[in-house]
């Protein structure tokens, strides 16, 4: 059975930084591109980065130039480095996993407060 691991959120002060973590067990198959979405109560679930299996990046606007995503599809694990964080940076963070004509796995979820 397939599993979508996340870990690294937590708490921290507004400008500082923390990485999140995303790996897979079981059989995942072939993989078109990993991401991170985040989710506030009473909104939709936004793309926060993903990176594809040719290393392709793309970020939300919020986000670009203060977060970073790594890591290699192949081996089905990729991070986050967020940095210079803000207020509204605040979500439960969501790693997914998108194959080519299957449905997508998700994780489930990581809270990230940012806080005074």
């Known amino acids: 059975q397939v599993q979508v691991l996340e870990s690294g959120g937590g708490s921290v002060q507004p400008g500082g930084s923390l990485r999140l973590s995303c790996t897979t067990t079981g059989d995942v198959g072939v993989v078109n591109f990993m991401g991170w979405y985040r989710q506030i109560p009473g909104k939709e679930r936004e793309l926060v980065a993903r990176l594809t299996m040719t290393g392709v990046t793309d970020y939300g606007d919020s986000v670009k130039g203060r977060f970073i995503i790594s890591g290699d599809i192949a081996k089905k694990t990729v991070y986050l480095q967020m940095s210079d964080l803000k207020f509204e940076d605040t979500a439960v963070y969501y790693c997914?996993?998108?194959?080519?004509?299957?449905?997508?796995?998700w994780g489930q979820g990581t809270q990230v407060t940012v806080s005074p």
């Open positions: 997914s996993v998108v194959r080519p004509f299957e449905p997508r796995y």
